[in-house]
């Protein structure tokens, strides 16, 4: 470890900034939102009453709300094991050393560096019920012609599959890093015993990435409920009738639509609680084997 | 083999939104479905650009680049008081900065749309900024990186009498060009995809940023199906970071694998 250098207050300085902006746009505002949920705001926020709790009662018995966290769930759930499986299969594919392969690696990653909201509306185009691709296969292949956009569970099926697809490519970059670190002998040890490819994957393989899997699940998990506001806001908004509406999605639009603050803000603490618990979960898990990157 | 079809059926989307934004309205909305490059050349791109496109992507490129500068800065700081220095309260200041790191933005929206509007910083490209310089990943990856660094340098420097801002300039910055490249590259993504921040802060049009562009097209498309004009715009937006990603996607692969395990 270095020496260090002795100017101690100096490190408050080059710190400083960080803490600054932290306090500010970070820990007040989240602070503020706490205090926020015991109000509701009257005549478009020119009057706040004190309510206690009423926020919390009425969402945790707003069918709307239920509804949304319902909606959430199935969104991320279907996501994350959709994406996770496929992309696991791609990173094996991927892991050859075959000249020419950083070219694949390349096409098949890159999805993921485009937003939530591209991608959104990319698959509208595809997915689009009167002149769409998708449904013109669908028609082609099995006389159907579903519409995406005014049945709830085909909508939900519609951001499913448009948030797989964007995020293989995250998930590809994290297995396949993990392959790579897999020792080739304990692979060819099980070759000289024997085994064949299915037992190498489920015996050694598999237990070998558990670390890496559950580290996908939280961060996976992060990225459907917090980040994929914009998607909704292209393809669904919320609708129809609240079949797309997760949580994120309803949280804006009761805090900046309705001008529920209050409300909005309950919402905000109970995701809060969400991504405490998946952080928590996260850093125990890994806590146990943390590695510094390197060979 | 199965490698070729599975890179082929994940570009499909994006070669088809290609294709498509050459198609005039009346070959966007054939069925079956044309295929092949329509007939509007690249008067969609100039419709896209005019429509707003082109202001929200030089709005978008500057505040991503003092966003990628400011907190590469701000983490180096941090990172060089965390490795390099011992004061009371580190271990308490590190946590409060790792903490961070689970106040997302939808869980502090509304009370920081409160304080920007009371700070009078409402629609403003400082608004835009501001609440991204802090950065725990930064910091964890400079900090890490640091570590790594055989400490006789420090000494060294010492010896010579050099203090730490020169010695964070001349040495630590060099040895770090990888992970500052990793970081900007990551940073630079990440604030060109940013979408509800910039719909709940900004309301005047020329200071939007790209995002917001795409469904300013998809809401103005609800009845006019003009899809080889959403299109265009699809492939306005994603230029950019492909551009970045591609030159930097070995950096991309090694930073980001280690900011993110922490």
């Known amino acids: ?295 | 083999m199965a490698l070729i079809i599975s890179a082929l059926l994940i570009m499909t989307p994006v070669i088809l939104a290609l294709i498509g934004s050459t198609h005039t309205t009346f070959e966007a909305n054939l069925y079956p479905p044309k295929i092949t490059p329509g007939s509007a050349g690249i008067t969609n791109y100039i419709r896209a650009w005019d429509f707003g496109l082109g202001r929200m992507m030089l709005n978008t490129i500057f505040v991503a680049a003092v966003v990628s500068v400011g907190k590469i800065v701000l983490s180096l700081l941090a990172a060089l008081a965390f490795v390099y220095f011992d004061f009371r309260f580190k271990s308490l200041i590190f946590v409060f900065i790792l903490i961070t790191m689970m106040f997302p933005t939808p869980v502090r929206i509304v009370a920081l749309y409160d304080l920007v509007e009371s700070l009078k910083m409402g629609d403003s490209y400082l608004a835009l900024t501001a609440p991204y310089l802090a950065s725990a990943t930064g910091i964890f990856l400079f900090r890490q990186h640091f570590r790594s660094i055989p400490s006789s340098l420090a000494d060294a420097a010492r010896v010579d009498g050099a203090g730490p801002l020169r010695f964070l300039a001349y040495i630590l910055i060099p040895m770090s060009m990888s992970a500052i490249g990793a970081l900007a590259m990551i940073q630079f993504i990440y604030m060109w995809n940013q979408y509800l921040w910039p719909l709940i802060i900004i309301s005047s049009e020329e200071k939007q940023l790209i995002q917001l562009g795409l469904r300013m097209l998809m809401q103005d498309l609800a009845g006019e199906q003009e899809w080889g004009l959403a299109m265009a715009g699809v492939v306005i937006s994603l230029l950019p970071p492909l551009f970045i990603f591609i030159l930097l996607q070995g950096q991309f692969r090694k930073g980001y694998a280690l900011a993110e395990e922490k």
Not at chain 1, 108 to 128: E, K, M
Not at chain 1, 269 to 279: D, G, H, N, Q, R
């Open chain 1, 1 to 295: 470890m270095a020496a260090k250098f002795p100017q101690k207050a100096m490190a408050y300085f080059l710190l400083a900034p960080t803490i600054l902006i932290c306090l500010l746009f970070l820990y007040y505002p989240t602070g503020r939102t706490v205090s926020l949920t015991f109000y509701k705001v009257a005549f478009f926020g020119l009057k706040k009453i004190y309510v206690g709790s009423d926020n919390f009662k009425e969402l945790f018995t707003s069918a709307d709300y239920l509804q949304s966290v319902l909606v959430s769930f199935i969104f991320t759930g279907a996501s994350i094991v959709l994406s996770m499986t496929i992309s696991l299969v791609l990173a094996i594919l991927l892991n050859q050393k075959v000249r020419g392969i950083g070219i694949y690696v390349i096409a098949i990653i890159w999805p993921y560096t485009l937003s939530f909201a591209v991608a959104g509306t990319i698959w509208s185009y595809l997915f689009n019920p009167a002149v769409g691709m998708i449904n013109y296969l669908l028609e082609s292949l099995f006389r159907i012609k579903p519409d995406w956009i005014s049945i709830g569970p085909l909508a939900l099926i519609m951001i499913i599959v448009t948030t797989t697809w964007k995020s293989l490519g995250y998930n590809v970059i994290f297995f396949l890093a993990a392959l790579q670190h897999i020792p080739r002998e304990l692979l060819e040890a099980a070759n000289v015993d024997g085994a064949n490819d299915l037992q190498r994957f489920w015996k050694i393989i598999l237990p070998l990435l558990t670390p890496t899997i559950f580290f996908l699940l939280v961060m996976n998990s992060i990225h459907c409920f917090f980040t994929s506001y914009g998607m909704i806001s292209i393809m669904t908004e919320g609708g129809p009738a609240g079949a797309t509406n997760i949580m994120v999605y309803k949280l804006v639009h009761d805090g900046f639509n309705m001008f529920k603050t209050g409300y909005a803000s309950a919402q905000s603490l109970i995701l809060f609680v969400i991504v405490v618990a998946f952080t928590l979960i996260q850093f125990r898990v890994a806590g146990r084997r943390v590695h510094y990157g390197g060979a």
